[in-house]
C-alpha cells in the first residue's frame, strides 16, 4: 500500500463522523486520504472508520475472529437517493488472486494466507451488506487516482 504512514485523522466537519472523533484512525496514506473525502464531500452525509464488527471464520485457523472494514458512509446519490456503503480500501495487487511464478516460496505462502483471510472478510462483509442493504465496495489506488 502506498507508504506505511498510520496516525490519527482530525476531522473539519466532526459532525458528519459517527462515532469517537478523536479516535479516526488510519493504516496508510490512502486511507488517510479516504478520510479527507469523506469529510470533506458535501455528498458524504455521515461517515465512520474501523466502527462496524463483523464476525467471520479465519480460514487459517477455523475460529471466528472479528472485521473492522475501513469505512461506512451513508451518502446522497445524483437522483438524490440517500445509500449507505461499506468501503474497504487495499492496493489492486491484493484484490487479484496472488501470483505464483517467480516468487520465494515465502511470498508465496504469505501472499496466499493473506488472500484466503480477505477473501473470508470479505465474504462475511457482503452477507451482512446484503442482510442490511448496503453496499459493499473495494477501493483501490485504480479507483482513488482516476
Keep these: 500500500m502506498k507508504g506505511t504512514k498510520k496516525g490519527w485523522y482530525t476531522p473539519r466537519n466532526p459532525e458528519k463522523y459517527v462515532g469517537n472523533v478523536k479516535r479516526i484512525r488510519f493504516l496508510s496514506s490512502w486511507e488517510e486520504e ?17 466502527e462496524i464488527k463483523i464476525p467471520y471464520i479465519k480460514p487459517t485457523d477455523g475460529r471466528v475472529h472479528t ?8 451518502k446522497k446519490t445524483q437522483d438524490g437517493k440517500v445509500v449507505q456503503e461499506i468501503i474497504e480500501v487495499k492496493p489492486f495487487d491484493q484484490t487479484i488472486r496472488p501470483k505464483i511464478r517467480g516468487k520465494r516460496r515465502s511470498t508465496q505462502l504469505f501472499e496466499a494466507v493473506r488472500w484466503s483471510v480477505n477473501q473470508a472478510k470479505w465474504k462475511a462483509c457482503q452477507d451482512f451488506c446484503n442482510k442490511y442493504g448496503i453496499t459493499f465496495r473495494l477501493v483501490t489506488e485504480k479507483h482513488m487516482f482516476r
Excluded: G, K, T, V
Design 34 to 50: 479516504f478520510c479527507r473525502f469523506c469529510d470533506n464531500n458535501p455528498n458524504i452525509l455521515h461517515w465512520a472508520s474501523e
Design 67 to 74: 472485521y473492522y472494514p475501513d469505512f461506512w458512509i451513508q
